[in-house]
């Protein structure tokens, strides 16, 4: 017997708290951010090629020498009991066959009361997804583009539902060291259930992602610009609460045009000092501050600022990610050198 408490679940995977594409689509926790570094810089920044070993979670492209031996432990807190959190360690066999990398991701939605049809106690359930990914990263030839994939193992547990898949990212980046100019492209998420909750198969959640980023020659800031979701035009949804009403008592929606529609899609960030032991970092997601803040009530929805600092081989991050009024997340995270 199906639990109403169930619905909870489902809602929390597809809300938009997270900044998906909602209801369309199961495991939508694959395109969390995967790090505080990343919160921190607008929520999907996939051209960093360094140390950042959680970096090759979201774009396989990034793994590099840089990242051998390196773990890195990341957790946030969510609203309530929900909790994830991230893992990643890459190692390096040789210049030759490069660095190989894996990452784990992993919700936990917390307990929730379950009661049948008639309102009559079922007793308490949870919920809780993972993922474990495996990554490579090559260079093209001797060229400045660098390929890159995660293959994907995905397991998902909710209430008495479970179900099982698979999945592939792949990843490409160009590296121009003389103006320390990246550009990259991702398209994450391209596989299948291989068992279904309640035996209707549903599609992952498919995402194909743009990102540029630069260090500035006489200034010790990187910019980052990233372009999301862009395997859906439009994105946007017009919103009931911004309807006008002329004096006949006629309603006219909102009307949401292009630039509306590109803003939407565009994630920016700001990383200051990004090469020393200590950074500053901030971000803004224009379409989580669109979907998520309150008429005639500023918040900061989108925004996200964070730190970063280095103690000897171990490196400290914090970011705060403004949501709305009832929901503000902090995430934490550590990377460990164990050369």
Do not use: C
């Amino acid at each position: 017997m199906r639990r109403i408490a169930l619905v909870l679940i489902l809602g929390l995977v597809s809300t938009p708290l997270f900044a998906q594409l909602g209801g369309q689509s199961t495991y939508q926790f694959l395109n969390l951010m995967s790090s505080p570094r990343q919160a921190a810089l607008g929520g999907k920044i996939i051209t960093n090629v360094d140390y950042d070993v959680t970096q090759g979670i979201y774009n396989p492209a990034a793994i590099n020498v840089d990242m051998d031996n390196q773990l890195a432990l990341n957790y946030a807190n969510h609203l309530g009991d929900i909790r994830y959190g991230t893992a990643a360690y890459a190692y390096t066999v040789d210049r030759r066959t490069q660095t190989f990398h894996a990452g784990v991701t992993y919700v936990n939605y917390g307990d929730f009361d379950g009661y049948d049809e008639f309102g009559n106690s079922t007793g308490s359930f949870t919920g809780n997804e993972v993922a474990l990914s495996f990554g490579y990263a090559l260079q093209i030839g001797f060229s400045d583009f660098y390929a890159g994939a995660n293959i994907k193992l995905i397991s998902s547990k909710l209430e008495q539902y479970s179900s099982f898949g698979g999945a592939v990212d792949l990843g490409l980046i160009y590296i121009d060291s003389y103006l320390d100019f990246n550009a990259a492209l991702v398209v994450r998420n391209i596989g299948t259930q291989f068992t279904t909750y309640a035996g209707l198969n549903e599609p992952l959640p498919l995402e194909v992602d743009v990102g540029l980023s630069q260090t500035l020659e006489n200034v010790p800031v990187r910019w980052h610009l990233t372009f999301e979701n862009l395997q859906k035009w439009p994105i946007a949804t017009p919103n009931p609460a911004r309807a006008t009403t002329d004096l006949n008592g006629n309603q006219t929606q909102e009307k949401v045009g292009f630039l509306s529609e590109l803003i939407r899609h565009t994630l920016i960030g700001l990383e200051l000092f990004p090469k020393r032991g200590f950074n500053l970092r901030v971000g803004y997601s224009f379409r989580r501050a669109e979907e998520l803040r309150i008429e005639e009530l500023r918040n900061f929805s989108g925004l996200s600022f964070g730190i970063g600092l280095k103690f000897n081989k171990l490196r400290f991050s914090y970011t705060h990610a403004r949501y709305s009024l009832a929901s503000n997340t902090s995430f934490l995270g550590m990377q460990i050198n164990l050369n």
